[in-house]
């Protein structure tokens, strides 16, 4: 049986999804998307994804076809359509279609497209394994915290992982790392402290990054948001990263090396467990 997706206002089945040649989200990436978790049917975070969209949007000065209120009622009737209980939504907010022209047309409505996947995120094996990352350079715009649809550098990074017999990547710029192929990134020095880069154009203003940290804060774990190494990486204690659809998931080793035991350390699996527990609480 086929999901059903959202397409510029209908419902259908996936086969039956179909989207202009024009559409500027093809021709030139003029888009931005964000990924909802869902746990037991329940969108999570949900608000935090949705503000930052309408950021995303101003940014790039880009509309958006449906009110925000709208949307989340879109998003609970498709989750409810395709009876997803646990996985992701993916929603994609493009310019529009339009002829060929690099400049922004002019009045143009937006395309809104949503689809659901199934995925085990809670006894995810990829987190009760940990990570192994290669590291590999930063070759993206300068506007990494607009959520763009334009993906083809991170998805060279997690290729070149595929390659190399890895499971991810970890971009790096001027020796310090950025942030993951799609999440952001995380190292637990020997004297229990998180370090992660601060917020910036450089990286993605992660909706997960926040819960996180916010979690440790409460949990009296110091955090410092600032570069970090890949030197300093490979020599941390722990390493993890976080992103909407794996949580907090341990990274066990980079280009090769074992980091600390080379096992999910207690640290990332404590931050894990208890981000899960707020998100079923939620």
């Not at 290669?134 to 070149?160: N, Y």
């Not at 992660?196 to 819960?211: F, V």
């Not at 976080?242 to 074992?258: E, I, R, W």
Request: hydrophobic residues 40%; glycine residues 8%; aromatic residues 6%.
């Amino acid at each position: 049986m086929s999901r059903t997706v959202y397409v510029n206002g209908s419902f259908l089945p996936e086969e039956d999804a179909k989207i202009s040649v024009f559409d500027r989200g093809f021709l030139f990436a003029d888009g931005v998307y964000e990924v909802s978790t869902v746990l037991e049917g329940r969108l999570i975070d949900n608000e935090a994804h949705l503000t930052r969209l309408q950021r995303s949007l101003d940014e790039l000065q880009m509309g958006c076809p449906v009110t925000m209120d709208e949307l989340v009622r879109l998003q609970k009737e498709l989750i409810k359509q395709n009876n997803l209980v646990e996985g992701g939504l993916y929603l994609q907010v493009t310019r529009g279609a339009a002829d060929r022209e690099f400049g922004f047309p002019k009045d143009t409505k937006p395309s809104l497209v949503m689809f659901t996947q199934v995925k085990n995120l809670i006894n995810s094996p990829v987190a009760e394994k940990g990570l192994r990352v290669i590291s590999v350079p930063d070759i993206r715009w300068q506007r990494r915290d607009i959520k763009s649809v334009g993906l083809l550098a991170p998805a060279l990074a997690k290729q070149a992982a595929v390659a190399a017999g890895a499971d991810d990547a970890w971009m790096y710029e001027d020796g310090f790392v950025t942030e993951g192929s799609s999440n952001n990134a995380y190292i637990i020095t020997k004297a229990g402290s998180i370090v992660t880069r601060q917020l910036g154009n450089e990286i993605l203003h992660g909706i997960t990054r926040r819960s996180v940290l916010a979690l440790a804060a409460e949990s009296n774990i110091k955090i410092e948001e600032r570069p970090f190494t890949l030197e300093e990486a490979a020599d941390a204690a722990e390493a993890f990263v976080t992103s909407a659809t794996t949580f907090v998931t341990a990274v066990v080793s980079l280009d090769g090396k074992q980091i600390g035991s080379g096992k999910p350390g207690p640290l990332a699996t404590r931050l894990r467990q208890l981000y899960i527990e707020q998100a079923l609480k939620s």
